[in-house]
């Protein structure tokens, strides 16, 4: 036989809030908090699963960005800040392939790329190589010759 523990919160030995629930929402710890969830997370009996928190449905969908990086491009290229991408490749001057930390699922994603102008060139562009599930190429153009830049931005979403 099973019970029902019903509660509105739940605290440690010194009287901090674990678990407190207020107006239908359930907060776990506090800001900053790593919590461990043993088990299956459920939202109204269905289990939480990467499909059901993508927002990729309706009349007007929103889709995650699959890997996404800020890197210096000149000399050795450094990574600032990423997701899903686990290194540079500087292939040549101005030319890069960004590495994914995990596969795509396919090769059908879209790719948009940024960069600050190295030479204050009138014309900046981004050639993108044929996707791959494992990374993706691409070459940064200032009035058709390649630069390097210090700042490039690259943001992959499926």
Do not use: C
Request: aromatic share 6%; proline share 3%.
């Amino acid at each position: 036989m099973s019970s029902i523990l019903k509660v509105d919160e739940i605290q440690d030995t010194s009287g901090n809030n674990i678990i407190n629930e207020n107006a239908n929402t359930i907060t776990i710890g506090k800001s900053g908090d790593t919590t461990n969830i043993v088990g299956t997370l459920q939202n109204d009996g269905a289990a939480i699963s990467v499909a059901s928190l993508s927002t990729a449905s309706g009349s007007a969908p929103s889709y995650s960005a699959r890997a996404w990086v800020n890197f210096n491009g000149t000399g050795t290229p450094a990574i600032r800040a990423s997701g899903n991408v686990s290194s540079i490749t500087d292939v040549s001057t101005g030319r890069y392939k960004v590495n994914f930390a995990t596969n795509m699922p396919d090769a059908d994603y879209a790719v948009t790329v940024a960069s600050q102008q190295a030479n204050n060139n009138i014309s900046q562009v981004h050639n993108i190589e044929a996707p791959n599930v494992a990374y993706v190429e691409f070459q940064r153009k200032e009035n058709d010759t390649n630069y390097d830049s210090s700042y490039i931005f690259v943001t992959v979403t499926r």
